[in-house]
């Protein structure tokens, strides 16, 4: 299955909406203006939160949280290293690996694909093409694109000041 993450360009806060392959809306993604940290909500169509991420303050190192149904499922943490950037995934089993700067990686479980994620370029805001090989991950898996991305577009703001 595919989904595309298209972020809204002219908003005050993190705003994206995500498209299945047809084009019509699946989810939206909603960011809290006020407040210590990112944090993100992401909805079904019926306006249900679906899943929560949230950024843990005062920490060395990026590191979020994901919750759905009010239960913590996962733990994202950008590693300490030099070169390139990676990202550990606690909770799930799940291992991620690829070019991040470039908006090209996958995340898999042993052998199993999960998510397999590619920037389009050349389009108005950040848009990503996710394909999801199994349902009952779609919206684990838009947690950790979108908190990756949230990561990403920290590291680059604070590089261009």
């Keep these: 299955m595919r989904l595309c993450i298209k972020q809204k360009v002219f908003s005050w806060v993190d705003r994206f909406n995500i498209m299945d392959e047809a084009g019509r809306d699946k989810y939206y993604v909603k960011g809290e ?57 606690s909770g799930l089993g799940w291992k991620i690996d690829g070019e991040f700067w470039a908006h090209d990686y996958s995340i898999t479980q042993g052998d199993r694909q999960i998510v397999i994620i590619q920037k389009q370029w050349f389009t108005w805001g950040d848009c990503y093409t996710v394909d999801i090989e199994n349902q009952s991950d779609e919206i684990l898996g838009m947690a950790v694109v979108l908190t990756i991305d949230c990561v990403m577009a920290a590291a680059s703001s604070a590089s261009s000041n």
């Design 33 to 89: 203006m006020f407040s210590w940290g990112k944090k993100l909500h992401i909805y079904n169509l019926a306006g249900n939160e679906v899943a929560f991420i949230q950024q843990k303050i005062f920490s060395f190192l990026p590191k979020y949280y994901v919750y759905m149904n009010g239960s913590q499922v996962a733990e994202i943490v950008k590693e300490f290293t030099f070169l390139r950037p990676r990202y550990s995934i």
